[in-house]
């Protein structure tokens, strides 16, 4: 597995380039460093690698794809390392920049929610209100009139647990997301931004899939490989295992990408950003099937895991046994999310106005700009700043 061997483009380029350094001790190397090799500093590096540009990636992992990270385990099952990525869009630009780089497999993603003893459809569709009330609605009307009598008037909608009470009320807003969030952002939904929750649809009709957008698919070949095609290219050296303190001062690039958090790129200057955390349990079940769904959701605060995930759904593999992953979440560890709260954000727009104040470097991404941003929406900003970067250096026909 490529995480244990490191990255065939790693090593040797390294050195040459180090030793350019040496020579030319006015000239920096290459014209971007981009620090992270997830989705926002692997676009960006191809990007600027396709427009002419020498660009340094590096990442203090031993593996390229950052959080979108697969590989397989010694079982021979691909397995998501940060836990499970499922691709969904609506923009058909981005889905086709990413269609350069890998074929894709046809999935729409279903989750149950384990509560009352049931497993429920999440979102709250039909089909759940039905099982859990034992009710026979049988048309939209109906449930969005059962849903009306459940729900709570709210005047302003300001946090995540509003959003829940003004679509489904009180029971529905304890049994699937009270537990639930509290363990995963260690606040209660009280105290977190409405947007946490808001990504959650409540729906009228049995539509039991997890997204409706247009484009909802895997990589084929995974997501490891997919960015293997991207970054394996002219005018891009990568640097694994190595973190942006060791290259900071080497003055390798006029123009650093910071990926990763903004607050850490500051020396925390301005105070620390709070990120939530994962534990990832994986285990191979010596079976073929483990679960009735890709993702079963615990919203129970008995129970320590907030999901286990099933990956062959995912990934579409046959092979006589099966990986999961249950995910426990922790304040300590790698930052996997900001976390939505007024006061984490006044915080960020200081980092930010910092950051503008500073030519030689742009921070993109989920750590970079601090949002709970998908695969999809990282993508994206990647791309716009792309074009941001090429228009400040006048390149515009490089757009
Ligand atoms: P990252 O992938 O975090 O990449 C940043 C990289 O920078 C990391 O590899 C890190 O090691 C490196 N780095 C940071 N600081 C330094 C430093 N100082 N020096 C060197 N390297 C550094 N999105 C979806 O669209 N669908 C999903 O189903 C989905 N599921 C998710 C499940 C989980 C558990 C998590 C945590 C996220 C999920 N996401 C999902 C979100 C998705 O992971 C992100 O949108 C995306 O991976 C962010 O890409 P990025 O490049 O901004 O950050
Ligand atoms: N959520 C919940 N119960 C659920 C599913 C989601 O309370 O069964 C809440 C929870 O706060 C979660 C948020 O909705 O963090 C967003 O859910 P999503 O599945 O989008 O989270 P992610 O996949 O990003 O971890």
């Not at 979108?68 to 920049?97: M, Q, R, W």
């Not at 946090?159 to 304890?174: I, P, S």
Request: net charge negative; with cysteine; charged share 25%.
């Amino acid at each position: 597995a490529i995480e244990h061997r490191g990255h065939p483009l790693g090593g040797e380029k390294r050195r040459e380039n180090r030793v350019v350094s040496i020579a030319n001790p006015g000239k920096p190397p290459f014209d971007y460093l981009i620090v992270g090799a997830g989705f926002a500093g692997s676009v960006l590096a191809e990007r600027l690698a396709s427009a002419g540009h020498q660009v340094l990636i590096s990442d203090r992992r031993s593996h390229v794809g950052g959080n979108a990270y697969d590989y397989y385990n010694e079982d021979g099952l691909l397995v998501h390392k940060y836990g499970p990525h499922i691709f969904h869009t609506n923009s058909e630009e981005i889905f086709h920049y990413l269609s350069r780089f890998t074929q894709w497999r046809a999935y729409e993603h279903r989750v149950l929610s384990s509560v009352n003893g049931q497993l429920l459809p999440v979102p709250i569709n039909r089909t759940t209100l039905n099982r859990l009330y034992d009710l026979r609605l049988s048309s939209d009307a109906e449930t969005a009139a059962f849903l009306l009598s459940k729900a709570q008037a709210i005047e302003t909608i300001q946090t995540a647990k509003d959003v829940v009470r003004a679509q489904v009320g009180d029971e529905l807003y304890e049994l699937f997301f009270e537990g639930y969030t509290r363990k995963q952002w260690g606040f209660d939904p009280s105290e977190l931004d409405k947007s946490v929750t808001a990504r959650i649809p409540t729906r009228t009709n049995d539509d039991d899939r997890y997204f409706l957008d247009t484009f909802q698919v895997m990589p084929l070949h995974g997501y490891t490989r997919m960015f293997e095609n991207m970054l394996d290219r002219p005018g891009i050296t990568i640097e694994l295992a190595t973190d942006f303190e060791q290259l900071r001062d080497l003055r390798l690039a006029s123009h650093t990408i910071f990926t990763g958090p903004i607050d850490e790129y500051f020396d925390f200057r301005l105070g620390k950003l709070p990120y939530r955390s994962l534990n990832f349990l994986h285990q191979t079940i010596d079976r073929e099937r483990f679960q009735d769904a890709a993702v079963i959701n615990f919203p129970s605060e008995d129970i320590p895991y907030t999901r286990i995930t099933e990956y062959k759904y995912l990934t579409g593999q046959s092979h006589p046994k099966t990986s999961i992953c249950y995910e426990t979440p922790c304040a300590d560890g790698d930052p996997y999310y900001p976390i939505p709260r007024p006061e984490n954000q006044a915080i960020y727009k200081q980092y930010e106005a910092l950051a503008k104040q500073q030519s030689d470097v742009s921070f993109v991404g989920r750590l970079g700009t601090y949002k709970y941003y998908n695969m999809d929406q990282v993508v994206g900003q990647a791309l716009a700043t792309f074009k941001r970067l090429m228009q400040q250096a006048g390149h515009v026909d490089q757009m």
